[in-house]
């Protein structure tokens, strides 16, 4: 069987889950947690980040690598559309959803960490001890925001992240008026790009990650509260009802490696 080294809220990792659920393969889920582990992933991969996709003896790292993998040796449902320019544009418009959702969307929710203490402890796991919990609601707005600093997520580059994102979705609003999906009648692999790293953005409502329920559905404020975007989101919401399995479908197993830096 498939297995898949993950983060349960890797943007990247998602989608992942969503091209195997879409081309109908088993996989097994290994969740990577903070710890020795990440020796035993840097052994199998010769890097550190999720997601990595074992197959066999093959082993591929990299979000963009495994999907063409898997559209090499599993054909049944392509990803890649057979026009040229379809094609063509499948393929720009991955890449940019990498470079430009899967980014920013990250910024942005540093920001709305650092803003809001009931927002920032409420991703975490149910079964995070109250102290850690308590802990992580105490950090101070300003700490965080010299911290972000630090790592390139400064105040003036979460602001741009958030601007930027509301472009990006209102032009996938646009896109979606009048096409069911990104290119054209059927899905492709732009669309399982788009809406996996989107989840920074809002989470799924329904049985599709493992989280706690009263996260569900939840995300940016400013991006997942405004109408602007309904169409944006209706149209993931749906993918996911098509396409992918709920979480009891997939086995999660929480063997090494234990430590990752996560993408």
Do not use: H
């Amino acid at each position: 069987m498939l297995e898949l080294y993950q983060f349960e809220l890797s943007q990247y990792s998602e989608k992942v889950r969503f091209i195997l659920d879409y081309k109908g393969l088993e996989y097994r889920k290994i969740e990577v947690t903070p710890g020795v582990g990440q020796i035993e992933i840097f052994k199998m991969s010769g890097q550190s980040k999720v997601p990595v996709l074992k197959d066999g003896d093959t082993v591929i790292s990299d979000s963009t690598a495994i999907a063409m993998y898997l559209e090499r040796k599993y054909p049944d449902k392509p990803l890649l559309p057979q026009g040229n320019r379809e094609r063509g544009l499948c393929l720009m418009m991955e890449e940019w959803a990498d470079e430009s959702i899967g980014v920013k969307s990250r910024k942005a929710l540093y920001g709305a960490f650092s803003q809001n203490q009931s927002f920032r402890t409420s991703f975490l796991p149910n079964e995070t001890p109250d102290l850690l919990k308590n802990l992580v609601s105490a950090l101070p707005p300003e700490l965080l925001k010299v911290l972000g600093t630090g790592v390139g997520f400064s105040p003036e580059s979460v602001k741009d992240a958030k601007d930027d994102l509301k472009q990006d979705l209102e032009a996938l609003s646009l896109i979606l008026l009048d096409s069911p999906y990104l290119l054209g009648n059927s899905p492709c692999l732009a669309d399982f790009a788009v809406a996996g790293l989107s989840i920074t953005i809002k989470l799924p409502n329904g049985p599709y990650l493992n989280v706690p329920e009263n996260v569900k559905g939840k995300g940016i404020p400013g991006l997942v509260d405004s109408g602007l975007y309904e169409t944006f989101f209706d149209w993931r919401d749906r993918l996911y009802q098509d396409y992918r399995k709920p979480i009891s479908a997939t086995t999660t197993s929480n063997s090494l490696p234990k430590s990752i830096n996560i993408d």
